[in-house]
Nanobody, 121 residues
Framework: QVQLVESGGGLVQAGGSLRLSCAAS????????AAWFRQAPGKEREFVAAIDWSGKSTIYAKFTQGRFTISRDNAKNTVYLQMSSLKPEDTAVYYC??????????????WGQGTQVTVSS
């Protein structure tokens, strides 16, 4: 079991930046792959990015277009999502997720409660 708590969401103007954090507790976090997903109102939850156990390999959704960076600090049991050049269409609830299997864009076993990101135009 691993528990995940997101933070860092908020209101930002288009073109601005935010860094989301996901603090993990429970089992050794370095054993887990970590990922970020998002869900906009009226839309399905979608994959944003994932990072492997060591932090050396990452996967991104095409829409991130180099604007988002996922990273992790296993000493702090924390995963980050740095978002820049934000657009109104990035408005969504952002979720942190964890799993034991690398390379997946769905089917994660553990989820946080989400943090709201709102980008104003």
């Amino acid at each position: 079991q691993v528990q995940l708590v997101e933070s860092g969401g908020g209101l930002v103007q288009a073109g601005g930046s935010l860094r989301l954090s996901c603090a993990a507790s429970g089992r050794t976090f370095s054993s887990f792959v970590a990922a970020w997903f998002r869900q906009a109102p009226g839309k399905e939850r979608e994959f944003v990015a994932a990072i492997d156990w060591s932090g050396k390999s990452t996967i991104y959704a095409k829409f991130t277009q180099g604007r988002f960076t996922i990273s992790r600090d296993n000493a702090k049991n924390t995963v980050y999502l740095q978002m820049s050049s934000l657009k109104p269409e990035d408005t969504a609830v952002y979720y942190c997720a964890a799993d034991l299997v690398w390379g997946r864009r769905s089917g994660y076993d553990y989820w946080g409660q989400g943090t709201q990101v709102t980008v104003s135009s």
